[in-house]
């Protein structure tokens, strides 16, 4: 049985997330953290309690952090002392953040992804595959959109989405669009067009259980892991 730790339980993710690993009987919720801040600290969550205290995830085996940068730093710094295991679903993180979390994952097995829904990540692989594909002379633009309460934009799989493009063709991406409206989950599209044709591959998210799930996912990757820097692509063998 895995010890689950889930930071930013509050959350609309983490909520969720505590919600599914309860039906879940490889989890076993030893730790539920939420920021110090927060009206409902110190309260329980489907009976069990919240903590402020960093030091409530002692003897966790993983950690479950959709927080804000700087929070997943904290959170990094203690796991990479405890031995605690990690998966991170938090955007927003600047290169130097992600770094750190590489080279934390010299002594912890970290998942690191800026989408952990298993249909994204099939989108990223089907992007690299059209990217790879596709001449030279197809531009390349996208468009996301997200609820109003979302603060960094473009998106981090956005950005993701861009990298992979770049990184795998000599193409740039010209133009990424962000909506911000409404209560909207997650809508992602990717469009390659030439002078004779248009290629448009999109992902819709319904509701937040996919990213839920995917973290799940990853989390039970990690079981028997004690070091190591791993994508989403790693825990589906994409």
């Given at each position: 049985?895995i010890k689950l730790?889930?930071?930013?339980?509050?959350?609309?993710?983490?909520?969720?997330?505590?919600?599914?690993a309860?039906?879940?009987?490889?989890?076993?919720?030893?730790a539920?953290?939420?920021?110090?801040?927060?009206?409902?600290?110190?309260?329980?969550?489907?009976?069990?309690?919240?903590?402020?205290?960093?030091?409530?995830?002692?003897?966790?085996?993983?950690?479950?952090?959709?927080?804000?940068?700087?929070?997943?730093?904290?959170?990094?710094?203690?796991?990479?002392?405890?031995?605690?295991?990690?998966?991170?679903?938090?955007?927003?993180?600047?290169?130097?953040?992600?770094?750190?979390?590489?080279?934390?994952?010299?002594?912890?097995?970290?998942?690191?992804?800026?989408?952990?829904?298993?249909?994204?990540?099939?989108?990223?692989?089907?992007?690299?595959?059209?990217?790879?594909?596709?001449?030279?002379?197809?531009?390349?633009?996208?468009?996301?959109?997200?609820?109003?309460?979302?603060?960094?934009?473009?998106?981090?799989t956005?950005k993701?989405?861009?990298?992979?493009?770049?990184?795998h063709?000599?193409?740039?991406?010209?133009?990424?669009?962000?909506?911000?409206?409404?209560?909207?989950?997650?809508?992602?599209?990717?469009?390659?067009?030439?002078?004779?044709?248009?290629?448009?591959?999109?992902?819709?998210?319904?509701?937040?259980?996919?990213?839920?799930?995917?973290?799940?996912?990853?989390?039970?990757?990690?079981?028997?892991?004690?070091?190591?820097?791993?994508?989403?692509?790693?825990v589906?063998?994409?």
């Open positions: 049985m730790a889930v930071t930013g339980c509050l959350g609309r993710m983490g909520q969720r997330i505590v919600f599914l309860i039906k879940d009987t490889e989890f076993k919720i030893s539920l953290l939420e920021r110090s801040d927060h009206p409902n600290v110190h309260e329980t969550l489907n009976g069990i309690n919240v903590s402020s205290d960093l030091y409530s995830i002692k003897g966790c085996d993983v950690l479950i952090d959709f927080t804000s940068p700087d929070s997943t730093i904290q959170n990094l710094k203690f796991c990479r002392e405890h031995g605690i295991n990690m998966v991170i679903g938090t955007t927003g993180l600047v290169p130097a953040q992600i770094e750190r979390i590489k080279e934390a994952a010299k002594d912890i097995a970290i998942v690191f992804s800026s989408n952990m829904s298993v249909g994204v990540n099939v989108l990223f692989k089907s992007v690299e595959l059209l990217a790879r594909a596709t001449p030279a002379d197809y531009s390349v633009t996208m468009t996301e959109a997200h609820h109003v309460h979302k603060k960094d934009a473009p998106s981090g956005a993701t989405l861009a990298k992979i493009v770049e990184d063709s000599s193409k740039k991406v010209h133009d990424i669009e962000a909506i911000r409206e409404g209560e909207i989950i997650g809508d992602h599209e990717v469009r390659f067009e030439s002078a004779e044709d248009l290629i448009v591959i999109k992902h819709h998210a319904k509701t937040r259980d996919i990213f839920a799930k995917g973290a799940l996912v990853a989390a039970k990757f990690l079981k028997g892991k004690t070091s190591g820097f791993f994508s989403m692509q790693d589906l063998s994409l």
